[in-house]
C-alpha cells in the first residue's frame, strides 16, 4: 500500500528548463529524503529534510533546491536543467529519532532532459 | 568509486532455488546494513535490516553479517519468480537515527525462472 506519493511519474522537457517534483508521505514521519537512480541503477542520495531544516546535503549541483512546506511535503525543484539530470527521482521518509528506522519510498518521477 | 559494492551484479535461478547476494562496504563506519528490494517501475522496499554479527531469517530471506569484514548477504531459499527484481545493499553509520541517509550498493538484478 503507497504511502509516499510522488508527482508527476514522468516528465520530459527541454534543457535549460525549470522543473519542479512533488512528495508527500502519509506516515507521520519527521524526515523526508529526494534520491537521484541514475540510468546505471544506482542509488545516490541529495538531500533530507526534518523540521523544514535540511541535515544532509550531499554535493549536488546548486541548480537543485529541496522546499519543504511542513514535515509530510518535500518538493525538489531544477532550474535550469542539463542532459545529465536524466534520472529517476525517488521520495523516501522515516523517522529520525526511531532506533533503525526503515525508509520508505515513493514509486519516483521519470526526468528526461532533451 | 562505491563505498558498498555488490556482487554478483547479476544472477539466474531457478524456481524454488537458493539465491546468494554479497554485499562489502569499504568505510568501516558504516556498521547497519539493510537489504532492499525494487521491483521494475517502483521505488526500493526494505526487505530486511541486520545490525549484529550472525544470522538473522525473516521468512525465506536470511541475512548473515560479519563486521569484522563488513561483508553482508543475503540468501532466498525456494525462489519464486515474485523475487525476480533488483536487490540493493544499504549502509548507514547510526542504522537510520538522526535521519542519515542511506548508502546503497551497486545492486543484483535477480531473475527467477519458472
Known amino acids: 500500500e503507497t504511502a509516499v506519493f510522488q508527482t508527476p511519474n514522468y516528465h520530459v522537457t527541454q534543457v535549460g528548463n525549470e522543473v519542479s517534483f512533488n512528495c508527500k508521505q502519509t506516515l507521520g514521519h519527521d524526515t523526508m529524503y529526494w534520491y537521484k537512480q541514475d540510468s546505471k541503477k544506482l542509488l545516490k542520495i541529495m538531500f533530507s529534510?526534518?523540521?523544514?531544516?535540511?541535515?544532509v546535503n550531499e554535493t549536488v549541483p546548486r541548480r537543485f533546491s529541496p522546499q519543504s512546506s511542513d514535515k509530510a511535503h518535500l518538493n525538489l525543484r531544477i532550474k535550469s536543467v542539463e542532459p545529465e539530470d536524466s534520472a529517476v527521482y525517488l521520495c523516501a521518509s522515516s523517522y529520525r529519532d526511531f532506533n533503525y528506522a526503515e525508509q520508505f519510498f515513493g514509486p519516483g518521477t521519470r526526468l528526461t532532459v532533451l | 568509486q562505491q563505498k558498498v559494492q555488490q556482487s554478483p551484479e547479476s544472477l539466474s535461478v531457478p524456481e524454488g532455488g537458493m539465491a546468494s547476494l554479497n554485499c562489502t562496504s569499504s568505510?568501516?563506519?558504516?556498521?547497519y546494513f539493510w537489504w532492499y528490494r525494487q521491483h521494475s517501475g517502483e521505488g526500493p522496499k526494505a526487505l530486511m535490516?541486520?545490525?549484529?554479527?550472525g544470522d538473522k531469517k525473516e521468512g525465506r530471506f536470511t541475512a548473515h553479517l560479519n563486521k569484522a569484514s563488513l561483508h553482508v548477504s543475503l540468501h532466498i531459499r525456494d525462489s519464486q519468480p515474485s523475487d525476480s527484481a533488483l536487490y540493493f545493499c544499504a549502509a548507514s553509520e547510526q542504522g537510520g537515527q538522526g535521519g542519515r541517509a542511506l548508502i546503497f550498493g551497486t545492486g543484483t538484478t535477480v531473475s527467477v525462472s519458472p
Open positions: 568505510d568501516r563506519n558504516f556498521q
Open positions: 529534510y526534518n523540521n523544514k531544516q535540511l541535515i
Open positions: 535490516s541486520i545490525f549484529s554479527d
